[in-house]
T-cell receptor, first 115, second 115 residues
């Protein structure tokens, strides 16, 4: 069975400080993992993806994530937050399952950035 | 421009009045999917389609229908809407049949209110 848990529903940081958004996953198969961002009143946009290549994945806008199989984690980080990073972030796992294919979204983490 | 187009973007309707939310993509994608987004629950998959005339239930299919008569279109039908279907709906597509390496392209969303 597949599942995704985003460990924080809200994260608040000050501008210029590091960002850490946590994601743990469960999958019976080797999963593909994604982070998407949703700005207010917008659709979802891909930040980065992991598909069994390098475990440290770099995305857009300075974000990166590290796939840690032993910890079943795929945490999203950014060294220095910007006001424009304020948004909701979704961790997503995809992969085969018996009889089909599943895409599962985490519940989301809302990032607040204080000036 | 490559995109997924949903209509209407906003709709207020009454219980029991059939409605259709259209979704069209211009990228020749095989895979299309519908999600609903509710606060604290992330995105949940309603239905998906691997290709023309091939559809399958997601995690929350009750009260919805879909069809895939053409590759580019994947309408979501609410035969008899109820207030618990008030939500934000997203259509998404990807190139191949649910391959984990393929990125989902999302529409801008359709906010539906059922009174």
């Amino acid at each position: 069975a597949q599942s995704v848990t985003q460990l924080d529903s809200h994260v608040s940081v000050s501008e210029g400080t590091p960002v850490l958004l946590r994601c743990n996953y469960s999958s019976s198969y080797s999963p593909s993992l994604f982070w998407y961002v949703q700005h207010p009143n917008k659709g979802l946009q891909l930040l980065l993806k992991y598909t069994s290549a390098a475990t440290l994945v770099k995305g857009i806008n300075g974000f990166e994530a590290e796939f840690k199989k032993s910890e079943t984690s795929f945490h999203l980080t950014k060294p220095s937050a910007h006001m424009s990073d304020a948004a909701e972030y979704f961790c997503v796992v995809t992969g085969p399952y018996t009889g089909g294919f599943k895409t599962i979204f985490g519940a989301g983490t809302r990032l607040f950035v204080k000036a | 421009e490559a995109q997924v187009t949903q209509n209407p973007r906003y709709l207020i309707t009454v219980t029991g009045k059939k409605l259709t939310v259209t979704c069209s993509q211009n990228m020749n994608h095989e895979y299309m999917s519908w999600y609903r987004q509710d606060p604290g629950l992330g995105l949940r998959q309603i239905y998906y389609s691997m290709n023309v005339e091939v559809t399958d239930k997601g995690d929350v299919p009750e009260g919805y229908k879909v069809s895939r008569k053409e590759k580019r279109n994947f309408p979501l039908i609410l035969e008899s809407p109820s207030p618990n279907q008030t939500s934000l709906y997203f259509c998404a597509s990807s190139l191949h049949r649910g391959s984990g390496a393929n990125v989902l392209t999302f529409g801008a969303g359709s906010r539906l209110t059922v009174l």
